[in-house]
Nanobody, 119 residues
C-alpha cells in the first residue's frame, strides 16, 4: 500500500505564500502521477493541480493557474505545491493523491492539511 503524509499548511495573510509538501512511502513513487485537491467547508472536493510520473507534464485548475505551481522530487519521494498570491477563497483542506500507472483515478490519499487565508 501507499501512504501519503502532507505538511506545510497553516495561516497566512492574503497575498502571502505557502509551500505544501507530501512525502510518499510504500510504493514506487517515481511511477505515480501525483495530484493536489482541496475541499472548502460545505463544498465539493475540487482538483487543484497534477504532475506526471517524470515531471514532464503539469496541469492546474483555472482558479489557481499562474499562482500555484506543482513540482516533484523523485529522489525524495516528495511532491510540492507552491502557493503564491493567496486569496481568502483558497481557504480549504488540501489533500495530495497518487494515481498508479495506467490508472484512471487517484487511488491513494493523504490525510489533508488545513490552509487558511485571512483578508
Amino acid at each position: 500500500q501507499v501512504q501519503l503524509v502532507e505538511s506545510g499548511g497553516g495561516l497566512v495573510q492574503a497575498g502571502g505564500s505557502l509551500r505544501l509538501s507530501c512525502v510518499a512511502s510504500g510504493g514506487t513513487f517515481s511511477s505515480y502521477t501525483m495530484g493536489w485537491f482541496r475541499q472548502a467547508p460545505g463544498k465539493e472536493r475540487e482538483f487543484v493541480a497534477s504532475i506526471t510520473w517524470n515531471g514532464g507534464r503539469t496541469y492546474a485548475a483555472d482558479s489557481v493557474k499562474g499562482r500555484f505551481t506543482i513540482s516533484r522530487d523523485n529522489a525524495k519521494n516528495t511532491v510540492y505545491l507552491q502557493m503564491n498570491s493567496l486569496k481568502p477563497e483558497d481557504t480549504a483542506v488540501y489533500y495530495c493523491a497518487a494515481a498508479q500507472p495506467l490508472g484512471r483515478t487517484f487511488d491513494y490519499w493523504g490525510q489533508g492539511t488545513q490552509v487558511t487565508v485571512s483578508s
